[in-house]
């Protein structure tokens, strides 16, 4: 079964949505910003949403973001009443409070009857698994800016899922186009050759840009070197 885009379920990262409300200023308390992220979300009699949120506990790289960010902001009781003082750069500077802003988002879009979920850390498989797995049925678009989301979408893609489009700033993209472009040999070793050349949770390797990683794992799958 397909469906137009416009009425095809919606899957949007919530790392995304977190900064599609530029600016805090204005708003007085984070009831009323969390009402802003609300407005730019589809309606559920609209259209089917899910929203799927990184998990931001306290990081152990807590302490040395506060040694190098002079923005570096304290922990805040985030809550719908409470006032907001702070800019958005600095309370996003401490994960404690990004976490407890989403889990503010989250309350307000589940009692107006939107999907969310909060991964326990990063939220790229996540997204991509729900996006798959819709997609076995009907179209689905995702929006996100995230590469990492992008590559698991390629690899994953199979002859059985309808189209999923992946928007971003930049438009929007077919992934089964994108699958269709590729060798065969690169789509299997993808996922591979991005977290080696560097990825969200993998340092990049100096020197060695993603083409040229891209051109040696091509070559080392060819001679059997990769399976």
């Known amino acids: 079964m397909t469906s137009s885009k416009s009425s095809s379920p919606?899957?949007?990262?919530?790392?995304?949505?977190?900064?599609?409300?530029?600016?805090?200023?204005?708003?007085?308390?984070?009831?009323?910003?969390?009402?802003?992220?609300?407005?730019?979300?589809?309606?559920?009699?609209?259209?089917?949403?899910?929203?799927?949120?990184d998990g931001y506990a306290r990081s152990a790289k807590d302490h040395e973001h506060q040694r190098r960010i002079k923005a570096y902001c304290s922990d805040i009781a985030i809550k719908s009443t409470t006032v907001c003082t702070v800019p958005m750069k600095k309370l996003f500077s401490n994960s404690k409070n990004k976490h407890e802003l989403i889990m503010l988002l989250s309350n307000?879009?589940?009692?107006?009857?939107?999907?969310?979920?909060?991964?326990?850390?990063?939220?790229?498989?996540?997204?991509?698994?729900?996006?798959?797995?819709?997609?076995?049925?009907?179209?689905?678009?995702?929006?996100?800016?995230?590469?990492?989301?992008?590559?698991?979408?390629?690899?994953?893609?199979?002859?059985n899922h309808n189209e999923i489009v992946m928007?971003?700033?930049n438009g929007s993209h077919s992934i089964s186009k994108i699958v269709n472009a590729l060798d065969a040999n690169i789509k299997r070793i993808l996922l591979f050759v991005h977290s080696f050349s560097g990825c969200d949770t993998v340092s990049s390797k100096h020197g060695f840009g993603k083409v040229k990683i891209l051109k040696k794992a091509v070559s080392f799958h060819e001679e059997g070197h990769l399976a």
Not at 13 to 36: H, K, M, R
Not at 45 to 51: A, P, S, T
Not at 120 to 147: I, P, R, W
């Open 167 to 169: 928007t971003t700033r």
């Open 10 to 53: 919606l899957i949007i990262d919530g790392g995304w949505l977190l900064y599609q409300v530029t600016s805090f200023t204005g708003f007085e308390t984070y009831g009323d910003i969390a009402n802003e992220y609300l407005r730019l979300v589809p309606k559920p009699e609209q259209r089917k949403v899910i929203v799927v949120f």
């Open 108 to 159: 307000v879009f589940t009692e107006h009857g939107i999907e969310v979920h909060v991964a326990t850390d990063d939220a790229d498989t996540m997204v991509a698994n729900k996006t798959l797995n819709l997609s076995l049925n009907e179209d689905v678009e995702v929006k996100a800016e995230d590469t990492d989301i992008l590559c698991l979408l390629v690899h994953h893609f199979t002859e």
